[in-house]
T-cell receptor, first 111, second 114 residues
Framework: NAGVTQTPKFRILKIGQSMTLQCTQD?????MYWYRQDPGMGLKLIYY???????DKGEVPNGYNVSRSTTEDFPLRLELAAPSQTSVYFC??????????FGPGTRLTVL | AQKITQTQPGMFVQEKEAVTLDCTYD???????LFWYKQPSSGEMIFLIY??????QNATEGRYSLNFQKARKSANLVISASQLGDSAMYFC???????????FGQGTRLTINP
């Protein structure tokens, strides 16, 4: 099993550009999550999903959108990128009562 | 509201010593779970150990153990016989009943000195 995979690993965006961060898991987990981690800080939840077709906002959803059309995929869309969105983005998946498994992260810089 | 607090921004420990990383939490829900994750300099998040609020015994996983004191609402991570490879950021996290998400603490940066 590959676990949770994320693409790209690194990306530089200009202010106002848009992009989609891809996340795929092959563990048949219902629950998937997007976090951001700013330098020296803990993780903050952006959006999460409890199954295909169901998504909900986390702690810091502004400036982001998600969709969940399949169990495996949970892309995160950034519209009109801003410098405040410079961060490391982690996707995770899991079941309700067990630990979350994290992807390797995407390092995004907005200039 | 649920909250996780890690009060030690950084810790320095000699190799082979035991180390305790503090974590306190706040929740009014009697059913919850506590997790510890390790984040080495390479950036990935590695699950270490889990403790459920109804678990009778403290969780252990190899050199990792969780000192769970329910009345004090603390869930400290103990690493025995520390190794150079233990140098990393460590995050405590909590999930409570009915919630599908984790709340993370700010983390503690552990440095093991040779």
């Amino acid at each position: 099993n590959a676990g949770v995979t994320q693409t790209p690993k690194f990306r530089i965006l200009k202010i106002g550009q848009s992009m989609t961060l891809q996340c795929t898991q092959d563990m048949n987990h219902n629950y998937m999550y997007w976090y951001r981690q700013d330098p020296g800080m803990g993780l903050k939840l952006i959006y999460y999903s409890v199954g295909a077709g169901i998504t909900d906002k986390g702690e810091v959803p502004n400036g982001y959108n998600v969709s969940r059309s399949t169990t495996e995929d949970f892309p995160l869309r950034l519209e009109l990128a801003a410098p405040s969105q410079t961060s490391v983005y982690f996707c995770a998946s899991g079941t309700l009562y067990n630990e979350q498994f994290f992807g390797p992260g995407t390092r995004l810089t907005v200039l | 509201a649920q909250k996780i607090t890690q009060t030690q921004p950084g810790m320095f420990v000699q190799e082979k010593e035991a180390v305790t990383l503090d974590c306190t939490y706040d929740t009014s829900d009697p059913s919850y779970g506590l997790f510890w994750y390790k984040q080495p300099s390479s950036g990935e998040m590695i699950f270490l150990i889990y403790q459920g609020s109804y678990d009778q015994q403290n969780a252990t996983e190899g050199r990792y153990s969780l000192n769970f004191q329910k009345a004090r609402k603390s869930a400290n991570l103990v690493i025995s016989a520390s190794q150079l490879g233990d140098s990393a950021m460590y995050f405590c996290a909590m999930r409570w009943r009915g919630a599908q998400k984790l709340v993370f603490g700010q983390g503690t940066r552990l440095t093991i000195n040779p």
